[in-house]
């Protein structure tokens, strides 16, 4: 069983930075793409970025490219999400999540899920 928690979320104004980490644990997460969704009030849970396992390769939905990064420190087993110039719309719960799924990038692929940390940006 991998076991997935996030840390690093709080309330920030708009054109702030936050920094996300995911910290891995239990079963190894080798060969996993690692990725993070975020779930706003009355919205479905929507794909933010991921990174494969085998060739480190980052991949983002079109809202938060060029505003977000996303990385991984295998050694540590840990996932990061720096996010710079945080909009309104940008508020949400984050969470880290696991696939076998190399591209993966829709909910259902993910098996493999935290309990979410909360990020509020206040206009």
């Known amino acids: 069983q991998v076991h997935l928690v996030e840390s690093g979320g709080g309330l920030v104004q708009a054109g702030d930075s936050l920094r996300l980490s995911c910290a891995a644990s239990?079963?190894?997460?080798?060969?996993?793409?690692m990725g993070w969704f975020r779930q706003a009030p009355g919205k479905e849970r929507e794909f933010v970025a991921a990174v494969t396992w085998r060739g480190s390769t980052t991949y983002y939905a079109d809202s938060v490219k060029g505003r977000f990064t996303v990385s991984r420190d295998k050694g540590q087993n840990t996932l990061f999400l720096q996010m710079n110039n945080l909009k309104h719309e940008d508020t949400a719960v984050y969470y880290c999540?696991?696939?076998?799924?190399?591209?993966?990038?829709?909910?259902?692929?993910?098996?493999?899920w935290g309990q979410g940390t909360q990020v509020t940006v206040s206009s």
């Open positions: 239990g079963r190894t997460i080798s060969g996993y793409t």
């Open positions: 999540a696991a696939t076998p799924v190399e591209y993966g990038a829709h909910r259902y692929e993910y098996n493999h």
